[in-house]
Structures are given as structure tokens and as C-alpha cells.
């Protein structure tokens, strides 16, 4: 692998990584308001968003 492909592969990787981000925080800001319920090991878990 010479130098030229070394940095493609790196802003390919900085560019995968910043796509998966944003997909990350808009999938976040759009979660609806309401009320979260989980079960875990120590029980039910309900919490008022």
C-alpha cells in the first residue's frame, strides 16, 4: 500500500466515521417525547421524557 492509497483510506475511514455520527445525533434528536419504559435486572424502569 504506497501513500497515496494510505490517505484515501484514511479520509474514506474519517468519512464513514462522520456519516455515522450525524445518522447517530439525528436519529437521537428525533426521538418522540413521552414516556420510556425498560426491563432490566432490576426490574421495570419507567421514566417522562
Do not use: C, W
Not at 494510505?6 to 428525533?30: K, N
Request: avoid cysteine.
Amino acid at each position: 500500500m504506497n501513500r497515496t492509497n494510505g490517505l484515501y483510506f484514511v479520509i474514506g475511514a474519517l468519512i464513514v466515521v462522520i456519516g455515522g455520527l450525524g445518522a447517530y445525533i439525528f436519529h437521537e434528536e428525533r426521538k418522540p417525547d413521552g414516556i420510556e419504559m425498560s426491563i432490566g435486572q432490576n426490574g421495570v424502569s419507567i421514566e417522562q421524557k
